[in-house]
């Protein structure tokens, strides 16, 4: 395929402000500004970029990932990665009125013009660390902040390290409980940095539900043999658990399931029923 421009392989927005969301923007190549060229002839343009990663481009001269002419772009936990260009600038190159604002994102490659941006909570070489939340910009290994380099792996670019919490979630734009990455993963805390969020291991064990015999008196008994007062339970349909993990308020013939959560991952029991009092 023949792109006569010769800047934004990928992405070529002129006088434009769109909102670019969970994209992987990658492999592209072009004589100048290889992925993503934002430009404006008058009124700056404002394209905003969320949960993006940019990463193995090429150009031949400046700026494989992303070219901004009079451009006010605003990266938001976004990842710019291994691009490449036969100048030092691999990363941004920004110029003409260009004021860039970059928050929780990672930009480890060189960039031209970047001391005037507004950069927070970031890693990006360049700009200095301690200043609004940003992170030690002497840092260019990535296998110190990411995972894994490896593009196969499902881990592929996840942060670790200083990346982890070093974000703040006031920056992601509406943040709530359904909030996803990159990968479609929750965004837990919003406060990672980059376009993945850091998922923890899941270390819960589902409810174990020990059920204590009917008698002639009394009904079955159940309770939850491994509880714990650190999770959350909750039972359905319905029923009480108190604070030794006892269940009551259930009845015979009915099935139940309880479920677990540490506010990270979820489990749920086996179903279980109790009988009721032997006649």
């Not at 992170?135 to 499902?154: Q, R």
């Amino acid at each position: 395929y023949h792109i006569t421009r010769n800047k934004g392989a990928a992405l070529h927005f002129h006088n434009a402000s769109p909102r670019v969301e969970n994209c992987i923007i990658t492999q592209n190549g072009m004589y100048d500004g290889g992925a993503i060229f934002n430009n404006a002839t008058a009124t700056p343009s404002t394209p905003t970029y969320v949960n993006v990663l940019v990463t193995d481009n090429d150009t031949f001269q400046n700026a494989s990932a992303m070219y901004n002419n009079n451009s006010h772009a605003k990266i938001i936990n976004s990842t710019f990665y291994n691009n490449k260009a036969s100048s030092q600038y691999k990363e941004l190159y920004n110029t003409g009125s260009t004021q860039i604002e970059i928050y929780n994102s990672v930009i480890l490659g060189e960039s031209y013009n970047i001391t005037n941006a507004m950069v927070k909570n970031s890693l990006v070489k360049g700009i200095t660390a301690g200043t609004n939340g940003n992170l030690d910009a002497a840092i260019t290994n990535a296998t110190d902040v990411f995972i894994t380099l490896t593009s196969t792996s499902a881990d592929y670019l996840h942060p670790k390290g200083i990346l982890l919490n070093a974000g703040d979630k006031n920056h992601y734009p509406a943040i709530n409980a359904n909030s996803k990455d990159l990968a479609h993963n929750p965004r837990v805390s919003g406060s990672q940095i980059g376009a993945y969020e850091y998922q923890p291991a899941c270390t819960l064990i589902a409810p174990i539900i020990g059920i204590t015999p009917a008698t002639c008196s009394t009904t079955a008994i159940a309770s939850i043999t491994n509880y714990s007062p650190t999770l959350t339970y909750s039972i359905s349909p319905s029923g009480n658990i108190d604070n030794n993990g006892v269940i009551s308020a259930i009845v015979g013939t009915t099935s139940y399931t309880v479920t677990v959560t540490d506010g990270v991952c979820t489990l749920t029991s086996v179903v279980f029923t109790i009988a009721p009092v032997k006649p």
